[in-house]
Nanobody, 119 residues
Framework: HVQLVESGGDSVQPGQSLRLTCTFS?????MGWFRQYPGKEREGVAV???????SYAYGLKDRFTIDKDNAKTTLYLQLNDLKPDDTAMYYC?????????????????WGQGTQVTVS
């Protein structure tokens, strides 16, 4: 059972940056970040395989960057030029198998989330 703990969420002004951190107990083939707006389904933000291949949700690659430190079993999400529409709960996730897409069905383990507020 993979355990994940996110941190780094905060309240910031538009245009500012944040770096979210996720520490995890076990490396999986695929790790990722998702976000959830109140009353909405979780949506994929960015994912990364253990080989370093990344995939981003449409329109986010120019502002967000996913990265991983395997030695520290830590996953990061750099958020730049934040906008009010980025306000959401951000979740770290570990994959369940050999697919690695910004699709919730590919993931079986979730952190508790960290809140990002941009206003």
């Amino acid at each position: 059972h993979v355990q994940l703990v996110e941190s780094g969420g905060d309240s910031v002004q538009p245009g500012q940056s944040l770096r979210l951190t996720c520490t995890f107990s076990e490396t999986r083939y695929c790790m990722g970040w998702f976000r959830q707006y109140p009353g909405k389904e979780r949506e994929g933000v960015a994912v990364m395989t253990n080989g370093g291949r990344t995939s981003y949700a449409y329109g986010l690659k120019d502002r967000f960057t996913i990265d991983k430190d395997n030695a520290k079993t830590t996953l990061y999400l750099q958020l730049n030029d934040l906008k009010p529409d980025d306000t959401a709960m951000y979740y770290c996730a570990a994959g369940r198998g050999w697919y690695c897409r910004t699709n919730e069905a590919d993931f079986g383990y979730w952190g508790q989330g960290t809140q990002v507020t941009v206003s």
